[in-house]
Every structure is written in structure tokens, then in C-alpha cells.
T-cell receptor
Framework: AQSVTQLGSHVSVSEGALVLLRCNYS??????LFWYVQYPNQGLQLLLK??????LVKGINGFEAEFKKSETSFHLTKPSAHMSDAAEYFC????????????FGTGTRLLVSP | NAGVTQTPKFQVLKTGQSMTLQCAQD?????MYWYRQDPGMGLRLIYY???????DKGEVPNGYNVSRLNKREFSLRLESAAPSQTSVYFC?????????????FGPGTRLTVT
């Protein structure tokens, strides 16, 4: 069975500071990995994905994530936080191939202060 | 192009009442999903429909039924609502992009069962 662990239910940063949201996965088969963002009172939106091509993937809004198989991690980073980045972020994992169902982590709420 | 739409946006039910949550997508996607989102638990898959005419249980199907009415519509029914079903419900649809299924989410239905 696949699972995702997101460390830290809340992360607070100042505007302009580095953003680091942690995600570790467990999967018995090669995974696809995703980060989704949820703004208040909205549905989830795909931020970026790892599908076994490049291990460093870039997404929208300046976010990127690096797949590290040895550490079973897929941490999300952004060099400089913006107030508009305040949202909840979910890491998710699925099988490769066939019909893919997502298994989500519990989410990390990013708070950005001026 | 409205994407994924859900009705209603908000609903309050008494214990034992029934209701159907409606979901429709106009992107011609084959696959559709129902999730529930609870604080501290991320999103959990209730049911999914890989293609028109098929439905399958997800992680938390108890107390729910679904109908894939046609390619566009996928409804979720609560036959006898319980307080434990108080949650935010998200519908999603997906299409195959190269090698992975990108899911698109609706805005959610906030359900309270008293």
C-alpha cells in the first residue's frame, strides 16, 4: 500500500524567505508524486508532478520539488515566499501505469507574514 | 468551459436524512472521483469511476453510493446521513496526459450533519 507523510501541519515563513514543505512517501512500486495547492474555499490545483523523468521538477508560481529515491522524499521548495502563496499544500502519490488513484497526505498549511 | 461543477455548495442535514451531491464536468474526461476532506486527514477517496458505466470503491465507501449517470455526471448519495459524514466533499475528473492522469477538482460541497 502507498502512503504519504507530510511533516508539519503548519509552516510559517516571512515574505521573501525560503519555503520548504516536507513530504516522504512509501510505495512498493515506482511512484508518481504530486504536489497540489488549495486556496481558501477552493478545490485543489496541481502544482507540479514527478513522473520518473527529471528528478528536479518545476511547477507553477516558482515552486519546485526534488525526487530523492534514497530518502523516499519529494520536498517542495520556493526560494522566496510571497503573500499569495498562503494556502494548504498536499503531497500525493500514485502507482505508475494503468489507472492511477491518488493517495494524499494530510496537508501543510503555509502561513506567510509580511 | 466551466470545468468541474458541484451542487450544492453548502448543505445542512439532520441525522437519518438522505441527499445526493451532484457533480458534472464539461472536459470530456473518462474518469471521475469523489473525495472527502476532513481536518488533519487530507483527502480520502470515497468512490471512483474509471470510465462511463463502471464504479469502484475507494478508501472510505461505507455509507455512500454513487451513480455514473453518463460521461459528464457522477453523483454521490448519502442514504441515511450520520454526523460522521460531516465533511467537505470534492468531485474530480481526470484525463490521461502522456503517462499520468491529471485530476481536476471542483470547488467542493460543505456538508454538516446534525
Amino acid at each position: 500500500a502507498q502512503s504519504v507523510t507530510q511533516l508539519g501541519s503548519h509552516v510559517s515563513v516571512s515574505e521573501g524567505a525560503l519555503v520548504l514543505l516536507r513530504c516522504n512517501y512509501s510505495s512498493s512500486v515506482p511512484p508518481y508524486l504530486f504536489w497540489y495547492v488549495q486556496y481558501p474555499n477552493q478545490g485543489l490545483q496541481l502544482l507540479l508532478k514527478y513522473t520518473s523523468a527529471a528528478t528536479l521538477v518545476k511547477g507553477i508560481n516558482g515552486f519546485e520539488a526534488e525526487f530523492k529515491k534514497s530518502e523516499t522524499s519529494f520536498h517542495l521548495t520556493k526560494p522566496s515566499a510571497h503573500m499569495s502563496d498562503a494556502a494548504e499544500y498536499f503531497c500525493a502519490v500514485s502507482d505508475q501505469g494503468g489507472f492511477q488513484k491518488l493517495v494524499f497526505g494530510t496537508g501543510t498549511r503555509l502561513l506567510v507574514s509580511p | 468551459n466551466a470545468g468541474v461543477t458541484q451542487t450544492p455548495k453548502f448543505q445542512v442535514l439532520k441525522t437519518g436524512q438522505s441527499m445526493t451531491l451532484q457533480c458534472a464536468q464539461d472536459m470530456n474526461h473518462n474518469s471521475m472521483y469523489w473525495y472527502r476532506q476532513d481536518p488533519g486527514m487530507g483527502l480520502r477517496l470515497i468512490y471512483y469511476s474509471a470510465s462511463e458505466g463502471t464504479t469502484d470503491k475507494g478508501e472510505v465507501p461505507n455509507g455512500y453510493n454513487v451513480s455514473r449517470l453518463n460521461k459528464r455526471e457522477f453523483s454521490l448519495r448519502l442514504e441515511s446521513a450520520a454526523p460522521s459524514q460531516t465533511s467537505v466533499y470534492f468531485c474530480a475528473s481526470s484525463e490521461l496526459r502522456d503517462i499520468f492522469y491529471e485530476q481536476y477538482f471542483g470547488p467542493g460541497t460543505r456538508l454538516t450533519v446534525t
